[in-house]
């Protein structure tokens, strides 16, 4: 763990805060990420992360459901133990990337049925063109890097 404490509570509250205003999610959801991210040792119990960030138990419970159910976050028992721990899987921002990409381009087919549908001008397009221009963009900058 770092020095200071304090520092490192206050990086999982800037998570918090992306998570929240980027994907919606509830910003007890990304403190946990946050956490997760951050914390020594990395498997830790849902009383150790509510304790970091500040939260009852029962509060968590709906939030690692969510990251669990994602596969964001992994739940598993040790050998020989009942206590249930709860660590951040080591490819969880590959998944967020992967899934964001498969939207992104589900969205490229959707914009395409819509150039289809017998629009008079192409001003009436235009909208849904840049869109398709803006998916396509970002897929020739992926092929790029």
Known sequence: MPED???VRDWVERVATFVSEEWGLAPITG???GWLMAC???AQTA????DAIGASRASLTTSMQLLTSIRLVRRFRKPGE???YYQIEDDAWEKVIRQKLQAFAA???LA??????GWDDDAKTRRIRSA???ISWLNDHLKQG
Do not use: H, K, N, Y
């Open 5 to 7: 404490p304090q520092r």
């Open 31 to 33: 403190r946990i990420m």
């Open 40 to 42: 020594d040792p990395p």
């Open 47 to 50: 009383g150790e992360i509510a």
């Open 82 to 84: 009942r206590t249930v």
């Open 107 to 109: 969205f490229d087919r």
């Open 112 to 117: 395409d049925e819509g150039l289809e549908l």
């Open 132 to 134: 398709r221009d803006s």
